[in-house]
């Protein structure tokens, strides 16, 4: 439960590893129920970061939060081996690995930042709005955005050639 619930949160929140693990469940549920959308403050940057939590996401959370207990002030995923503490990104990163063992894909073209990148990579795919991926991934300039995505010439002449006038 609490890996299903790790990693559709890593896929909707878009979020750096050292920003997922530190989530509280005030965060995401406060009061209990899980809600649609959340903002967190990223620590590298100090910017504000929203995202959706979509359906299955919010169910895997609920789930997650009745197995385990929670306190509104509780960290979401915390740690199994130091109480009080959060999962460390270290064990973050070694339960990414596990997943893609376990999905037979090529370990070295996978890690944490996959799970940053993947929803945002579909929605510019989809939509070409790089305006709004700089917003989701809480970046301060829109060339770092086009870094991130890795978009070339190509990407921008093939949305140029769906567009007709």
Known sequence: MRDLALFNCAIDAKLRGCDLVKLRVSDVAPGGAV????????????????????????????????ARGHRPDDWLFPSRSRPGEHLTTRQYARLVDRWVQLA??????????????????????????LRACQLLLGHG??????????????????LSEQTDI
Do not use: C, M
């Open 35 to 66: 809600r649609a959308r959340a903002t967190i403050v990223q620590q590298k940057t100090g910017r504000p970061v929203p995202f959706e939590i979509t359906e299955p996401t919010r169910q895997a959370l609920q789930n997650w939060l009745a």
């Open 141 to 158: 300039k829109l060339e770092s955005t086009v870094r991130y995505l890795g978009i070339e010439v190509d990407d921008a002449l093939e």
């Open 104 to 129: 037979d894909l090529e370990p070295q073209a996978y890690g944490t930042h996959s799970l940053r990148r993947t929803k945002v990579a579909l929605i510019y795919k989809r939509t070409g709005n």
